[in-house]
């Protein structure tokens, strides 16, 4: 039997239009590294047993439980540390980690880029030509990621960061300054995600 719908009226169409931007913005939020309005709760952790390639090198980490990102109810992805022995967050910078980020939904590499920017200027200051040359790097490096696929970084202490996508290492940024910023997004004090950053850290030592 055919169907038949009712024309709509111009404000429902508004209101339809404005519908389809709210969400557009809220993927566009959930694409990058986190926004105000996101929150983060704990999943289940899986067996650990599986192979990542990407925190061989580190020797003897073991992994948090792993942390979902959503942002007004999208699932954007799960976060997990990779940690050795010993590590204390509030010093994070001083030890060799790995930072996992396995995403829920198609995001663009150049946006995770700008965001990085944008929530690393959060955590501390740092110059106009820093800024160019850390998101160039990173626009290089971050590529298009769809659902089940990773994005992890490893701290080098007093190096930089290393990037892997998907067990393959793509390159590092090698600057301190950049790597402490860079993972201070979830682990400083000054993250816009207070939530998830405890929830990640709990039981690691202060």
Not at 20 to 28: D, V
Not at 75 to 96: C, E, I, K, M, N
């Amino acid at each position: 039997m055919r169907m038949h719908t009712l024309p709509q009226s111009d404000a429902e169409h508004r209101l339809q239009r404005r519908s389809w931007r709210a969400l557009g913005c809220a993927l566009a939020l959930g694409a990058v590294l986190g926004a105000s309005q996101a929150h983060s709760s704990s999943v289940a952790s899986p067996n650990a047993a599986f192979n990542r390639p990407e925190v061989v090198g580190l020797g003897g980490v073991v992994p948090t439980a792993p942390v979902r990102l959503r942002v007004w109810g999208f699932d954007v992805y799960d976060a997990r540390l990779w940690t050795p022995q010993g590590f204390r967050h509030a010093q994070y910078a001083q030890y060799p980690f790995a930072l996992e980020l396995q995403y829920l939904r198609r995001l663009e590499g150049s946006a995770i880029a700008s965001r990085s920017i944008e929530e690393m200027r959060r955590v501390g200051s740092f110059s106009d030509a820093q800024a160019q040359s850390w998101l160039a790097a990173m626009r290089e490096l971050f590529p298009n990621v769809g659902k089940g696929e990773r994005i992890t970084g490893v701290n080098l202490p007093g190096e930089g960061a290393e990037f892997w996508v998907n067990g393959q290492r793509v390159g590092l940024v090698k600057d301190p300054a950049f790597a402490r910023l860079f993972f201070g997004i979830w682990l400083d004090e000054r993250t816009s995600e207070p939530k998830m950053r405890a929830q990640l850290v709990q039981g690691l030592q202060p």
